[in-house]
């Protein structure tokens, strides 16, 4: 993989993830004409021997420069706002997964079923089979249907972590004695890597997450061979 692609986004696999995307785009669009015109006119005042020495005030290019960075900011601001709105909107949920931060894995309950939890540990490098992804996969991974909401429930046991999954873009806090929430959509099957975001100490970066998502009627097997 080229070094241009590794600074780009992962493949989105969720409508968030591609909203996001969307809203980088457009800032990146607006930051990158301002920077394009505000060094073209250095540029051109480096090398412009014209003076006025007449010239003490400009009320109009100072209204101008006061007024059109608020309407800059207001293109930015309704869709950052928007997209704030959709990220905390919990639809109705189809199947609820909590995830619980240790030092250094993760542990996952599904709520909706009686006695389905297990721990996600990171395969080390010696036990990796040749399909296998170095530092990422897990000896548990994380099972949920394709095209359905999924709520998830995030807490630590013992330090901050963080879980996040960047394709599906997801990141919460795992706070001791605090359950934070969010929701996400899977619009594809596939597997979804990420890791702790939040430096919980020696291990931190050794506590990866994997989200496999498959179609509904996989997912009924898999969790009917767990009940």
């Known amino acids: 993989m080229s070094t241009w692609a590794n600074l780009n986004f992962q493949d989105s696999a969720s409508p968030l993830m591609e909203q996001l995307m969307f809203f980088h785009d457009h800032s990146m669009l607006i930051l990158t004409m301002i920077t394009v015109m505000v060094m073209y006119m250095m540029f051109m005042l480096f090398f412009n021997t014209q ?14 420069w006061t007024v059109l960075p608020t309407f800059i900011l207001v293109f930015i601001a309704f869709p950052s706002l928007r997209l704030l709105y959709l990220l905390d909107e919990i639809s109705d949920p189809l199947i609820t997964l909590k995830a619980i931060g240790h030092q250094w894995y993760w542990s996952y309950e599904y709520s909706d079923f009686l006695n389905i939890e297990f721990d996600s540990y990171m395969i080390p490098t010696n036990e990796l089979e040749l399909n296998s992804f170095r530092l990422l996969d897990v000896d548990n991974r994380v099972v949920i249907p394709t095209n359905h909401q999924i709520r998830i429930l995030v807490s630590a046991a013992d330090v901050i972590h963080s879980w996040a999954v960047p394709a599906l873009g997801v990141k919460v806090d795992a706070t001791p004695g ?46 009917s061979k767990l009940s």
């Open 51 to 64: 003076i006025n020495r007449f010239l003490l005030h400009g009320q109009m290019i100072e209204l101008i």
């Open 178 to 223: 605090r359950l934070n929430q969010t929701n996400f959509f899977t619009n594809r099957p596939g597997l979804f890597f990420g890791q702790c975001s939040e430096i919980c100490g020696a291990n931190h970066s050794f506590m990866p997450i994997v989200i496999e998502s498959v179609p509904s009627n996989y997912f009924i097997k898999w969790i």
